[in-house]
């Protein structure tokens, strides 16, 4: 039987203070964080119980490549990849796709999920989906309420009023809550009427339209304008910056669920963490008989209640407790389990420094692979490029450096000048200053290179890209 409910997967967002992880390039959403696929890829997966329709995904422009690639890594299908220009916010994303249904003459229920969530129970996350979904076929806006477990004071709450039916299903939304201090956080969890706000909705597309066209009519115009000069390219609908831009940046919450009177909350019991922070992460994983978490190549004596993740070296920790530490190819994070909100601030001294820690990984992604810094000197870089098979980069210049390119593995059909041949195990090429190139892997498996760079310059923005034939690095 076909299914009327299309998940809107919101796949954008920063995540800073999961630093060094997640970096403005690569954010919390792409990461395996709990398990072997990413937190997008989770989301799909707890999908797989509810007949649905392909997600729709909304990401901004600079992630597209990410969110392709991890749909097609997971083997999935979607209905489109929305490229927000610039983040506005919940409420005009979600009109976006609300929007494009309606356009195209459906009037789907609109399932909208952040893809940076940690569900446990997927089977009971199945069953409150499934329950929600008669209120929202009957018009009303269900927002999806998790029970509290402690007096948390970094959720918004939702307030339930009376039962809209005998079964206790869903609930009539007293009020909204912004994030409690404390005691009035404890009140809440004494009371049982209140819910963590997971930020998880459902509701028929011309519901949301309407409604937001009753209290945010500049928000829907602005979204309507923007949607017209969209551009369709392969899996992408391309929004414009402008008019975008000009759309005011409001929550879903805000512009619509706190001012409509068919709004209900379907409370459920899932597992449920935005993951906001290393301790909430330290928290939801399972632990040794020391209270651990560990992942990759650790040695740890008398160290207790601490987060450490070595996916690149050896960390070894002896009579340490309540740390958080995380490494990675280019920064070491080492903070107290209480401190890791303030992690948002080292984020923002490496911005005041013009540092690239903060925006990029070590690793650089691209569509066609992705490259990784091994060496520099004073005249000479050293990178590995990995080339998925049949992918090619783009055709480019540069006029301060020479490259030396050796092929580790596979086959590099190279592209200099006007000539064209091909490379492959244990051979090598020159490119020298002011001579176009580019190269491809024709091949089946992944093409990796070790690119050599020699010069007086050898910084990222010597390149002069020439036509569109891929995306340079």
């Known amino acids: 039987m076909k299914s009327d409910i299309l998940p809107v997967v919101m796949a954008g967002g920063s995540g800073t203070r999961l630093w060094p992880m997640s970096r403005t390039h690569f954010p919390k959403q792409f990461l395996t964080l709990t398990n072997t696929l990413s937190m997008l890829q989770n989301t799909l997966q707890r999908l797989e119980e509810i007949n649905h329709l392909p997600a729709c995904f909304i990401c901004n422009e600079e992630h597209r490549f990410?969110?392709?690639?991890?749909?097609?890594?997971?083997?999935?299908?979607?209905?489109?990849i929305i490229l927000e220009p610039e983040g506005r916010n919940t409420a005009p994303a979600i009109a976006l796709a609300a929007l494009k249904s309606v356009e195209q003459g459906n009037d789907p229920i609109l399932l909208v999920l952040a893809a940076d969530h940690v569900i446990k129970d997927k089977e009971a996350f199945c069953k409150a989906v499934i329950d929600a979904q008669v209120f929202a076929k009957n018009g009303k806006?269900?927002?999806?309420?998790i029970l509290p477990t402690t007096p948390e004071t970094g959720y918004g709450y939702i307030k339930r009023g009376e039962s809209t039916d005998t079964s206790q299903i869903a609930y009539l939304v007293d009020s909204f809550i912004e994030k409690p201090d404390t005691y009035t956080a404890q009140a809440y969890l004494d009371d049982g009427r209140y819910y963590w706000n997971s930020g998880t909705f459902m509701f028929k597309a011309s519901r949301y339209l309407e409604e937001l066209g009753k209290f945010r009519p500049d928000i829907l115009a602005a979204v309507k304008e923007?949607?017209?000069v969209a551009v369709s390219d392969l899996d992408f609908i391309r929004i414009p910056p402008e008019p975008f831009s000009l759309c005011p940046a409001d929550s879903i919450d805000y512009a619509v669920m706190e001012n409509t009177?068919?709004?209900v909350v379907v409370p459920m019991n899932v597992g449920w963490s935005d993951v906001g922070s290393w301790s909430s992460l330290w928290e939801l994983s399972d632990k040794?008989?020391?209270?651990?978490?560990?992942?990759?190549?650790t040695i740890n004596i008398d160290t207790v209640n601490s987060y450490v993740t070595a996916p690149e070296r050896l960390i070894a920790t002896v009579g340490v407790k309540d740390l958080v530490i995380v490494d990675t190819k280019?920064?070491?994070?080492?903070?107290?389990?209480d401190k890791v909100q303030d992690i948002k601030n080292i984020v923002g001294e490496l911005k005041k420094q013009n540092r690239t820690e903060f925006l990029q990984h070590r690793q650089v992604y691209r569509p066609w692979g992705h490259h990784d810094h091994i060496a520099e000197g004073q005249r000479y870089h050293v990178k590995k490029v990995f080339v998925y098979p049949g992918e090619k980069t783009a055709m480019q210049v540069h006029y301060h450096r020479a490259e030396h390119w050796i092929v580790v593995s596979g086959t590099a059909k190279i592209y200099r000048d006007d000539e064209t041949y091909t490379i492959t195990e244990n051979e090598s090429t020159y490119i020298a200053v002011g001579v176009k190139h580019c190269f491809e892997n024709p091949g089946k498996t992944p093409l990796e290179i070790i690119e050599v760079r020699t010069g007086s310059y050898l910084e990222e923005d010597d390149i002069v890209r020439i036509g569109s034939s891929g995306e340079g690095y």
């Open 226 to 228: 923007s949607l017209d």
């Open 66 to 80: 990410l969110v392709a690639e991890q749909i097609q890594a997971y083997s999935s299908t979607h209905s489109g």
């Open 261 to 263: 009177s068919d709004a």
């Open 330 to 337: 280019d920064a070491l994070l080492v903070a107290h389990i």
């Open 288 to 297: 040794d008989k020391n209270g651990n978490v560990t992942q990759g190549d």
């Open 141 to 145: 806006l269900v927002t999806f309420g």
